[in-house]
């Protein structure tokens, strides 16, 4: 199951942590990238990219599920990965990285806008994290992880907020169900679905982090390593 292939990521990589001092926190994020942290990146980053493509294509059963539910439901499945990155990783350009690769994966699609807002968000969030010694402090990785959970919905509000017209006549040339794209506009123009959406997405972004975050605290305690 999914929950498996993440329980397993963090048990494989976890043990390998041994603990730091504030100041070694610092200089270990301030450091040069190593070849193992390449490719813990790449791999995690491979990893959520492909848990946020099998949740949307199992949501887009019921418009409902695909609109309002499934940017909420991915976040809070990404969180504990995403902050396991963050905290296994703690290098500056980590979150950078990965969500270029989720705007390339996009651009792959053919949806081009969304890798410069990806890029956007991980430079958002480094700079959340840029501080030495963040990615150790539960806090800053939390709020990177609400953040960047959030701003996925940028993938539903963008057409809308920059090209309805040029969106809207592509879908009906491409032969796109005319109840998906009344659905759509009903959910993210309507300012009470709209306001749902968001304040879901919000806090599942968030719950996320917090599940995340107390897993390796968690994995530290039971290892004596806190």
Same mark, same amino acid.
Not at 2 to 23: D, M, N
Not at 149 to 166: E, M, R, S, Y
């Given at each position: ?97 990965? $969500?270029?690769?989720?705007?390339? /994966?996009? @651009? &792959? ?5 969304? *890798? ?5 968000? +991980? ?62 506009? $009903?959910?993210?123009?309507?300012? /009470?679905? @709209? &306001? ?5 997405? *919000? ?5 996320? +982090? ?17």
């Amino acid at each position: 199951t999914r929950s498996e292939v993440v329980t397993g990521v963090q048990t494989c990589a976890l043990p390998i942590f041994v603990y730091r001092g504030k100041e070694d926190n610092v200089r270990e994020q301030s450091s040069g990238w190593t070849l193992r942290d390449i490719i813990t990146t790449v791999l995690l980053s491979v990893v959520m990219v492909v848990i946020q493509a099998a949740l949307n294509i199992i949501f887009m059963f019921n418009n409902f599920a695909s609109m309002v539910l499934s940017t909420g439901v991915i976040v809070l499945v990404l969180g504990p990965v995403y902050t396991l990155l963050v905290t296994r990783v703690a290098k500056r350009g980590a979150s950078l990285a990965y $969500l270029t690769m989720v705007g390339m /994966a996009y @651009l &792959a699609s053919g949806n081009w806008y969304l *890798l410069p807002w990806y890029v956007l968000v +991980g430079l958002i969030c480094e700079a959340i994290l840029w501080k030495g010694g963040s990615c150790q402090d539960p806090r800053k990785v939390i709020a990177a992880c609400t953040v960047s959970g959030f701003l996925h919905q940028g993938t539903n509000l963008l057409p809308i907020v920059l090209f309805w017209d040029t969106y809207y006549a592509f879908s009906t040339s491409a032969g796109q169900d005319p109840a998906y794209v009344k659905d759509y506009l $009903l959910y993210y123009t309507n300012p /009470a679905w @709209l &306001a749902f959406i968001l304040a879901f997405t *919000l806090a599942c972004a968030l719950t996320g +982090g917090v599940i995340g975050s107390r897993l390796i605290q968690k994995h530290f305690q039971k290892a004596g390593v806190l």
